[in-house]
């Protein structure tokens, strides 16, 4: 989002990209309304998906009413830019509990949270809970966590889904750098979220450990997940048109280009 709205679709679109994932505004940028929806109608017409990530970790889940009712806000605000920019989807992080509570009063905190934040903005974008690396108190490593945290919502949010992040799994403990350890995470999610509740993917290699619970992106075929776990969820055919977004470094002018490359090698 740097170089603002306008310049992330035409990068997108240069790269050859069906899907798009932006944060919902650039830093110490409060887009205009002409910004916004001129962004909306030239994402409608190339027929781009478009993700919208929550740029806070909010403390949606805290146990302390300022610190939440401050992540309302700023939820409720990133749903409503997301609505005015024309997003198919919102995706989520689940956040922490507090020192003092449990994962069962942090689940419920969360979804309070969320269900007031999207009442708030009245939004009807589907939102996309993301798996994370877990580990301490933050919810949604396990893929049991984020069931609870989708359960939570449903009754109120019914089209909730989940995005499937690999380096988060990996790092949360799932070994998906095999085509057996892809595909049974994949099976995993389905049985414990259903099995049309994975709308998204985020595809990074890690730099992480296994189960070492440590967020660190890699670009493909430089971490430890490599390109035989990658290859099984591209060749699901299931998701042939599910948006796979890549948060791999932009730490070069070709370094979109080259993740690109790699994945789409695998998937001819
Ligand atoms: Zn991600």
């Not at 310049?7 to 994932?21: F, P, R, V």
């Not at 994370?132 to 933050?138: A, E, S």
């Not at 070994?175 to 979220?193: I, M, Q, T, V």
């Amino acid at each position: 989002m740097r170089g603002g709205y306008a310049t992330a679709l035409n990068e997108a679109l240069a790269l050859g990209c069906k899907s798009l994932q932006i944060l919902p505004y650039a830093r110490h940028h409060a887009p205009s309304a002409e910004e916004l929806s001129s962004f909306s109608a030239a994402r409608s017409a190339a027929k781009l998906q478009l993700l919208v990530h929550s740029r806070f970790v909010p403390s949606l889940a805290s146990s302390d009413f300022v610190r939440r009712d401050r992540s309302i806000k700023h939820l409720a605000n990133e749903l409503i830019l997301t609505t005015a920019l024309g997003g198919d989807a919102f995706v989520i992080h689940g956040g922490a509990y507090s020192p003092d509570s449990s994962l069962d009063e942090g689940v419920k905190l969360f979804a309070r949270s969320v269900i007031m934040a999207v009442e708030q903005s009245s939004c009807r974008i589907p939102l996309l809970l993301e798996n994370v690396p877990g580990g301490g108190r933050r919810m949604g490593g396990s893929l049991e966590d984020l069931a609870r945290l989708q359960d939570a919502l449903k009754p109120s949010l019914p089209n909730i889904g989940v995005c499937l992040d690999t380096a988060h799994a990996y790092a949360a403990g799932y070994d998906c750098s095999s085509a057996e350890g892809a595909l049974k995470f994949l099976a995993r999610a389905h049985r414990l979220l259903g099995f049309d509740a994975v709308r998204a993917f985020h595809l990074n290699d890690s730099r992480a450990l296994l189960g070492s619970h440590r967020e660190h992106h890699e670009h493909w075929g430089k971490g430890r997940l490599g390109s035989e776990g990658l290859k099984a969820l591209l060749d699901r055919e299931e998701f042939a048109r599910t948006p796979g977004i890549l948060e791999t470094p932009k730490d070069g002018p070709d370094a979109d280009r080259l993740n690109l490359e790699f994945a789409r090698r695998l998937s001819v």
